[in-house]
């Protein structure tokens, strides 16, 4: 059964940084792409970075570019979330999420982790 198994959430102060990794078990063929969402309690779930297992082409949403970056080592199935210089609206629940064969929009992705959380403040 395949499976998404996220760490490195935590608490840090603003200015701090990060990583995020998730790890993917069981695929028989692995995602065509996979994402970081995260959710902040009352809001709608964002996606903030993603990755195309074959081209490596990335995507980030405005608030994040320059500071994060999605990469991926395919010979140990993980995707990490670089984040530099956080800002306490970085603070959220981020869920690690994979397509298996579309694209890594929230209506697309098939496969979530449980989430870890990022907490930004002073």
């Known amino acids: 059964q395949e499976q998404l198994v996220e760490s490195g959430g935590g608490s840090v102060q603003p200015g701090g940084s990060l990583t995020l990794s998730c790890a993917a078990f069981?695929?028989?063929?692995?995602?065509?792409?996979m994402a970081w969402f995260r959710q902040v309690p009352g809001k709608e779930r964002e996606r903030v970075a993603a990755i195309y297992r074959r081209s490596h082409k990335t995507v980030y949403t405005d608030s994040v570019k320059g500071r994060f970056t999605i990469s991926q080592d395919n010979a140990k199935n993980t995707v990490y979330l670089r984040m530099n210089d956080l800002k306490p609206e970085d603070t959220a629940m981020y869920s690690c999420a994979a397509a298996r064969v579309g694209s890594c929009t929230q209506g697309e992705v098939e496969d979530w982790g449980q989430g870890t959380q990022v907490t930004v403040s002073s």
């Open positions: 069981g695929y028989i063929s692995q995602p065509n792409c």
